[in-house]
């Protein structure tokens, strides 16, 4: 299966999802991520501001912010390019390109080595860390960047374990559905 011919297949099923069973998962994805070691670790943590056929991480980003986290959200500033950009508050976000709320310009840009965590979208994923994006390559310019450890979000009913890969696909650390939170890599010896 092409990447193309699985992405329609995924956006087709999501589109299906109840509303209910989306909200009841993506609030269950968010308790998972703010009960792990390695969200109460990081200290700077770049988060997706997600869409309508994403996880909602509108409830993540605050609750990082009331946990006194320096959060970042991405500034798309050319196709496939992105920056980490702070914001203070939720009135930093407007409406940017392809409709996704994103920073103001004027907030401060984070190099992606002063991140502590990077919380990833996808079309789909697995266990694995294995990712299907949207198709613009702009994690998979990102992550090489950082040093610290990315986490992707997806909800159980997208999971696949059948994504094609190629040699540029960057694979997460840790995966989260709304039944739990697996490490993707092999423990460090």
Do not use: W
Request: aromatic letters at 6%; charged letters at 30%; glycine letters at 8%.
């Amino acid at each position: 299966m092409t990447k193309q011919t699985l992405r329609a297949e995924v956006i087709a099923r999501a589109k299906n999802l109840s509303p209910v069973y989306c909200r009841e998962a993506d609030e269950a994805i968010c308790r998972q991520v703010i009960r792990s070691d390695v969200y109460e670790q990081a200290r700077t943590i770049f988060c997706y501001v997600g869409t309508e056929r994403e996880i909602d991480t509108m409830r993540l980003i605050h609750i990082m912010m009331r946990d006194g986290k320096s959060v970042a959200v991405p500034l798309c500033v050319e196709k496939g390019v992105m920056e980490a950009r702070r914001i203070e508050g939720m009135g930093d976000l407007v409406s940017g390109r392809y409709g996704i709320l994103a920073p103001r310009l004027r907030c401060e840009t984070v190099p992606p080595e002063a991140l502590d965590l990077v919380i990833v979208p996808c079309c789909t994923g697995n266990a694995r860390g294995e990712r299907l994006g949207y198709g613009g390559g702009y994690y998979d310019r990102f992550l090489p960047r950082t040093s610290c450890p990315s986490i992707l979000l997806c909800r159980h009913q997208l999971e696949r374990n059948d994504i094609p890969l190629e040699a540029h696909d960057v694979q997460a650390d840790y995966f989260v559905t709304e039944r739990g939170m697996v490490c993707c890599r092999p423990p460090e010896e």
